[in-house]
């Protein structure tokens, strides 16, 4: 019988860390350590979920600190080694080993990552401000927070000053001169902190940035703590440059702080952020308006020659300009565009205007000059051009195309785009990406007040109204496109009366969708607040399968709006439909309880109204959600109900996916033959019905079912047309899954290299769209293929990944068989008590979900000889 030690053991054989110089040098012995702890305790190793529970980090965090991939905090570090069963001189010993890679890691020279393997550097800072000019003294200040030895703490910079004094001028060109100092990359957000809709909360925000360091979809936590924590994980040990860009308040940036000295911060804000300065130790910079040298200098870089002969005219101007660079820049445009007139002429045209609106306040606001500039610059533009600068002040979102600027000011989207060239040209935009554009706040601001002065109430709803219209029409669009629409609830609102953007593939709507996204969310939050509650519960219905697809944070946004609209509506179909969409993201968040009681509110609702066609989708997602919790009893009776439901109502599409659901579950117990003719009848349904990607999806699974019965080739043609499908329609999530289990037939069919290739493909598609479940099952994949050519080592790195994200997000098959693959690659390197409790483990797991793999488990464990341990 095992006993379990009372007391600690002090004969514990040493921890060499001499030869600890790198990161994965540091993870092995903190590995080893791991190992003798388990040896200690005889109860096996602490898991990744003990670790977290006993630390209240994140599972993930645990893991990347034990595998090498990031560099745990001197305070985490500490903790970790105390629990793994560090002595009090080995903590010392792994201590200083820790500073060492610390050190390396600093010292390390930037490598390109598509020669090194790492991965992808953020480099997200916007371009370099052109001509810019001035701010010496600045700039030095910025520099000195740089110099000097290692810093202990995080250095943050926070450049203050009023609007248009150019912040975020100075912030970028300083970033842009000391990004080589930061290897491994720079990260950009703009906190619109004076937007005129709202400022970006910092849940968006962390969302944002760690999207930016490759963590997304189910990783990404939804509480604004936990994102922070990751962040801050995802951080730890890099040397990373952020620019927080125009913030509002102290409390919108502190979340956003890295916690590793090795990043540096510029905060930009109107704000002066005595907070920040006082108790997290920023450096305040601030900013006033240019000196008139540089102010001079600058429009005499901008106007050119004719600058030279008018000195006076140019400090003139400069002054009437409140040496603002952002309105030095638009008067400067103003005067390029009219060569033939001198610049007296146009200064004293400047100030008549000034005098005339009487913008000049008694305090010399020099926000003031700012608008009169605007105003100077609007005047003299052609009339189309002027209106559309205004109507585009109502856009709700944050960037926009000439579809977008055409609904909003009536016109075709050719005369849009030119009258955006010509805004773009006057400054009074600028560009972001190919053909969309953005505005400055100061200048948003301007145009949504022109926009209220010049326009009735009826012409800026009948505006927004074209806009909306026209942003559902192309999602309806693009959705058909890549087979994600539901026909059975088309869209309520009309043709829009400005054709979106054409799309004509499913690669140019998926590319459509992932850029608006930002916009859509802003949509539907407008529409829903502001009197078009049908369009928020239409872009909820037509969005659900492709926010489906890992846009989890976006998802729980636009259903929650959707739901909220059809409650203040009475739409109870409209909510049936939101509570789903809810559900099934949280279900994808694994958070089981909160998806559980919004499906039932759901099927509670659908119920009330005699919604048949939504009581088989609540019911098709409540049996996903048993079988994946291991329940396959309640999971299938709740999958028969949704299929009796279906049936009734001719719903094919339905159907097919309630039979698929229920021979996954089968599948899961060992039943593949009657798990192999659900599938095939779903794919046969799914055809019939025309959806494209439910029949892939059932050929998918039928693949692997025939594997499972041994019909390889028969299952590696199925998993071919089911790729085949799913590429056309650029669906990456179930192009991973097919290639996921072509993997595996070749690995049947004694073919492991072929496998290998077929896994990596795969595992990156997994990583592009951050799909932890099939990553998991891919990495076991890889395990099972690293043993199969006689690399046992290389398997339990894969395995050992593999099992760090399924127990994350509690998927217990995946476990199971990364245990099972842990067993056997222990028991090829000779570790027979590890081999022994990673089986144990395993049959435990399969044991728990009624899976006929627990009898193999338990053959193995009886064939395994004994160890000293019993």
Request: contains cysteine; neutral net charge.
């Amino acid at each position: 019988m095992a006993h379990r030690s009372t007391g600690p053991v002090f004969d514990l054989p040493p921890l060499d860390v001499s030869g600890v110089r790198t990161l994965p040098d540091l993870a092995t012995v903190l590995r080893a350590l791991r190992r003798r702890h388990a040896r200690q305790r005889r109860d096996g190793e602490l898991t990744y979920r003990e670790l977290a529970a006993r630390t209240g980090w994140s599972t993930a965090a645990v893991a990347e600190y034990l595998t090498g991939k990031t560099l745990p905090p001197t305070d985490r570090f500490d903790i970790l080694v105390g629990l793994l069963g560090a002595t009090p001189v080995e903590q010392g010993m792994l201590a200083t080993a820790r500073d060492r890679v610390a050190e390396q890691h600093r010292r390390a020279p930037r490598r390109s990552p598509a020669r090194s393997g790492q991965r992808s550097v953020p480099r997200q800072l916007p371009a370099d401000v052109f001509a810019f000019m001035g701010r010496g003294d600045q700039l030095a200040h910025l520099d000195a927070m740089l110099a000097g030895p290692a810093p202990t703490a995080v250095v943050i910079s926070a450049v203050s000053g009023t609007a248009g004094v150019g912040k975020t001028a100075l912030a970028v060109h300083w970033a842009h001169r000391v990004a080589d100092r930061f290897p491994d990359g720079q990260l950009y957000v703009n906190l619109r902190g004076y937007d005129p809709e709202q400022p970006m909360p910092p849940t968006d925000a962390l969302a944002r940035l760690l999207t930016s360091l490759r963590v997304t979809g189910a990783e990404i936590p939804i509480d604004v703590e936990d994102r922070a924590a990751r962040y801050r994980t995802q951080l730890a040990g890099r040397r990373m440059l952020i620019v927080l860009d125009n913030a509002a308040t102290v409390e919108q940036v502190r979340p956003l702080l890295p916690g590793t000295p090795s990043c540096a911060v510029v905060v930009t804000s109107r704000d002066r952020l005595a907070g920040l300065v006082a108790r997290d130790g920023a450096r305040r910079v601030d900013l006033d308006l240019l000196p008139l040298p540089d102010a001079v200098a600058l429009l005499r870089h901008l106007v050119g020659a004719r600058a030279e002969a008018e000195p006076e005219a140019v400090a003139t101007l400069a002054h009437l300009c409140a040496r603002l660079p952002l309105a030095l820049r638009v008067a400067a445009e103003r005067a390029a565009a009219h060569p033939a007139a001198t610049l007296a002429e146009l200064t004293a045209e400047l100030a008549d205007r000034q005098r005339r609106l009487e913008l000049m306040d008694a305090d010399g606001d020099p926000r003031a000059a700012v608008t009169a500039v605007f105003s100077w610059s609007v005047q003299h533009l052609p009339p189309s051009a002027a209106r559309t600068f205004r109507m585009l002040g109502l856009h709700p979102g944050t960037d926009f195309d000439e579809y977008a600027a055409a609904a909003l000011s009536g016109t075709d989207p050719a005369a849009a785009r030119a009258d955006l060239d010509v805004l773009a040209r006057a400054h009074l935009l600028h560009p972001v990406a190919t053909g969309r554009y953005a505005m400055h706040d100061l200048l948003r601001a301007y145009a949504s007040h022109l926009a209220a002065t010049h326009e009735s109430d009826a012409g800026r709803h009948a505006a927004l109204g074209r806009l909306f219209d026209t942003y559902l029409g192309t999602v309806h669009t693009a959705t058909e496109l890549l087979d994600l629409t539901d026909p059975r609830r088309p869209p309520r609102a009309g043709t829009p009366a400005v054709p979106g953007r054409p799309l004509f593939n499913p690669e140019t709507a998926r590319a459509w969708l992932d850029a608006e996204l930002p916009n859509l969310a802003a949509v539907v939050t407008h529409t829903g607040a502001e009197g078009w509650p049908a369009h928020t519960i239409d872009l909820s219905a037509l969005l659900y399968r492709y926010l489906d697809g890992g846009h989890y944070a976006t998802a729980l946004t636009i259903h929650t709006q959707a739901y909220q609209a059809a409650e203040l509506t009475g739409d109870q179909s409209g909510q049936a439909h939101a509570l789903l969409g809810i559900g099934v993201t949280h279900l994808h968040l694994c958070q089981y309880e909160r998806a559980v009681d919004h499906l039932r509110r759901a099927l509670a609702v659908a119920e009330r109204v005699d919604d048949r066609t939504q009581r088989a989708r609540v019911l098709t997602v409540l049996g996903n959600l048993e079988r994946l919790r291991g329940r396959p009893e309640p999971a299938a009776d709740y999958l028969r109900r949704a299929m009796d439901l279906a049936e009734a109502t001719d719903d094919d599409a339905q159907q097919a996916l309630a039979l698929s659901n229920l021979g996954t579950v089968d599948a899961q117990q060992g039943r593949y033959e009657p798990a192999a003719e659900h599938f095939a009848r779903a794919a046969e349904l799914a055809n019939r019905a025309g959806n494209r990607l439910g029949e892939a999806t059932a050929l998918t699974n039928l693949g692997l079912a025939e594997q499972r019965l041994e019909r390889h080739r028969s299952a590696a043609d199925h998993l071919r047309q089911a790729l085949a499908v799913f590429r056309q329609l650029g669906h990456r999530q179930g192009q991973a899954n097919s290639l996921d289990n072509l993997g595996s037939v070749h690995l049947s069919l004694g073919q492991p290299h072929q496998a290998v290739e077929y896994f990596t493909e795969a595992l990156g598609l997994c990583r592009e769209i951050d799909d932890r479940e099939v990553r998991a099952w891919v990495l076991n994949g890889l395990g099972e293929a690293a043993r199969a050519t006689g690399r046992p080592a290389d398997a339990v790195a894969h395995h050992t990944e593999a099992l760090g994200i399924a127990a994350e997000i509690g998927a217990r098959e995946p476990q199971a068989r990364a245990h099972t693959g842990l067993g056997y690659a222990h028991r090829e390197l000779g570790d027979l008590a590890r081999a022994r409790q990673h089986f144990a483990h395993a049959l435990t797991g399969y044991t728990e979900l009624d899976s006929l793999e627990a009898e193999n488990v338990r053959t193995v464990l009886a064939t395994l000889p004994a160890t000293e341990d019993g």
